[in-house]
């Protein structure tokens, strides 16, 4: 069974840090894309970064690129989000998917019927 669980999230003041982490399991981690998705209050869901852990690729959304960063940990099935110097506008309940990005393309996509789960909550507020 296909598992992506999300951790890190929490209250951080303007200008702070966050690590995100997905924990992935029930598919070989190498063969797909993990990205990382985000969905504030009354917002779209928009793509944040992504990643193809067998060779590294990855991609950001323009508003992240100069301050978020993606990797991953092939030996724990794992995907991290490095956030620094959070803004308001980043507060947003964020989740890891499987399969939903392309890191050469840069483009992000889901379908309404996607399972997401409950991911982790980033409030950045003073």
């Known amino acids: 069974e296909v598992q992506l669980v999300e951790s890190g999230g929490g209250l951080v003041q303007p200008g702070g840090s966050l690590r995100l982490s997905c924990a992935a399991s029930?598919?070989?981690?190498?063969?797909?894309?993990i990205g990382w998705f985000r969905q504030a209050p009354g917002k779209e869901r928009e793509g944040v970064s992504c990643?193809?852990?067998?060779?590294?690729?990855?991609y950001y959304a323009d508003d992240v690129k100069d301050r978020f960063t993606i990797s991953s940990d092939n030996a724990k099935n794992t995907v991290y989000l490095q956030m620094n110097s959070l803004k308001p506008e980043d507060t947003a309940v964020y989740h890891c998917?499987?399969?939903?990005?392309?890191?050469?393309?840069?483009?992000?996509?889901?379908?309404?019927?996607?399972?997401w789960g409950q991911g982790t909550q980033v409030t950045v507020s003073s």
């Open positions: 998917v499987v399969d939903r990005c392309d890191p050469v393309f840069g483009g992000f996509y889901y379908s309404p019927n996607d399972y």
């Open positions: 990643i193809r852990s067998s060779d590294r690729s990855t």
């Open positions: 029930g598919f070989t981690f190498d063969d797909y894309a």
